[in-house]
DNA sequence: GTCTATACCAAGATAGAC
DNA sequence: GTCTATCTTGGTATAGAC
């Protein structure tokens, strides 16, 4: 006779996750509680805290997981040559990486104030990290002639807040393609940053 | 003799939502007390309810605010001749609104999800009007020749975002006064549509 | 109109049985 | 490893005195 209630532990903790994940990201960090992650997975509450110390700590892990990804990914990009090159890439990487992960992306920028001072600054710091990769390509850019950027930094949050954009619109269902939309969005940035 | 505890009536219902506006867009809407809002003006909890309903209709009328005061300033501007035109004056209007107003701004993209079934669709409704406004400036500025646009709704959706970027990082002790960050802007976006 | 006091409930987290 | 049960805290909202 089997057991009925039984330990899963291999799978609870990403199943945690994921479900916490998915809830952050639907109603905001604050507004979710510990129960509805239990309930969302089929345990009790009590059960999560052999996986988390505490709630903090699961939006700190998720959000620590999901940058941590994001730089490997880029940085695993084949190089490219030229200034042009490299931005062209970058937005494609960008556009792709983020409408795969959707529900990441937008507790990355909205769940942030959340974090507890000590959290806070090294998910910042990662955040700055990867600015840091579009930035040294525009300032590439800038110094060969190929790009014309009054402001690399100003440039740098701009692409991004534009790029970021795409999540808070795209229909996996829609009219759209990713590449259609990653081609739409290299063709603005492209002219942004013309010389 | 002057009463210690009395009545304000004109005065606190205004600083009632002015605290609940920079808790809100500080902390996020479901972080904030009802008490925290209530020592941040310095009275009791209780004394709130005769001013709001419940703390839903708090966010609700800051957003509703907001919004209405956003259109009726744009649509109270002076007319634009050519397309090129209205777009930079969209351009500075957006950008001088909004560094007025980083708290409101803020809560507006980021608490719509605390709207209750019944409210969302009000502030939606508001945001996609002013959306609007910039979407028919680029449909002319397509049709007359003046911009390239390949999708107007996503270059609206791509434009704002990037502007909405300024309030994440513009800093009023900084080095660019508002009328830099204005002209760095519309460079960007210039060229973005440029044909 | 604001106060104090409180009803009522849900939150995060823990203890101990199984 | 998960359960049930519970502790403690703090939330929204209301009642009635002043």
């Known amino acids: ?14 199943r945690i996750r994921a479900a916490a994940l998915k809830l952050f990201a639907k109603h905001g ?13 089929g345990v009790q509450a009590g059960a999560l805290y052999n996986y988390t110390p505490d ?9 620590k997981t999901h940058m941590h990804e994001l730089l490997a990914a880029y940085d695993d990009l084949p190089a490219q040559g030229s200034a042009t ?9 960008h556009i792709s ?10 507790i990355s920028y909205m769940e942030l104030r959340n974090l507890s001072p000590e ?24 110094q060969d002639g190929s790009f014309a950027v009054e402001d690399t930094k100003i440039t740098t949050w701009a692409v991004i807040a534009m790029l970021n954009g795409v ?4 229909n996996t269902e829609g009219r759209l393609s990713v590449e259609e939309v990653q081609s739409t969005y290299w063709e603005m940035v492209r002219k942004t940053v013309a010389a």
Do not use: C
Not at 119 to 140: H, K
């Open 29 to 41: 960090y604050a507004a979710v509680s510990m129960r509805q992650i239990a309930s969302d997975v």
């Open 97 to 106: 990486f983020h409408l795969e992960r959707p529900d990441a992306v937008f």
């Open 119 to 142: 959290n806070f600054p090294v998910i910042e710091s990662l955040r700055r990290t990867y600015e840091t990769r579009l930035q040294d390509i525009l300032s590439a850019g800038k």
């Open 85 to 93: 090159a490299q931005l062209r890439s970058f937005v494609n990487f």
């Open 55 to 63: 709630k903090q700590a699961l939006l700190f892990t998720l959000l």
């Open 167 to 170: 999540i808070t619109w795209y």
């Open 1 to 14: 006779m089997a057991r009925t209630q039984g330990s899963h532990s291999e799978i609870t903790g990403p």
